[in-house]
């Protein structure tokens, strides 16, 4: 085996975990401050969101949980998880959440709660 491929097996497993650097998203740190801000005044006990549709969004079981027609969250699978079709617009335009325009999250951090749903949508 010549110089170079040698170089290139030995490398192989450094470049594999390199390449596999997703960092790790957490409920707590992540997805519990998203919900503070864009989601509770309506979803939060009494709220008039979870009143509509019977979504609490007050700790991770309720979440999980979801509404009164089946979860928001698919462990996953966050392309078809129905609160980021919400957040991004793609159910229907009206129904866009949150429905405040003054108030509405980045693609930044959306793009965390989708890493979260990923990863598995755990309670860490």
């Not at 450094?14 to 997703?22: I, K, S």
């Not at 027609?69 to 793609?90: C, H, N, Q, W």
Request: hydrophobic content about 30%.
């Amino acid at each position: 085996m010549n110089k170079l491929a040698r170089t290139l097996v030995l490398l192989s497993p450094a470049v594999t975990l390199l390449g596999c650097g997703e960092q790790s998203v957490s409920y707590s740190a992540d997805v519990r401050p998203f919900l503070d801000t864009y989601c509770m005044r309506c979803h939060g006990e009494g709220g008039k969101g979870s009143k509509t549709s019977g979504l609490r969004m007050d700790d991770y079981e309720s979440l999980m949980k979801g509404t009164t027609y089946g979860p928001v969250i698919k462990p996953g699978d966050s392309f078809t998880s129905a609160l980021i079709m919400l957040v991004e617009g793609r159910a229907d335009p009206s129904l866009r959440m949150p429905h405040d325009d003054d108030e509405t999250p980045s693609q930044a951090e959306i793009d965390r709660v989708k890493a979260w749903i990923d990863q598995g949508a755990k309670n860490n």
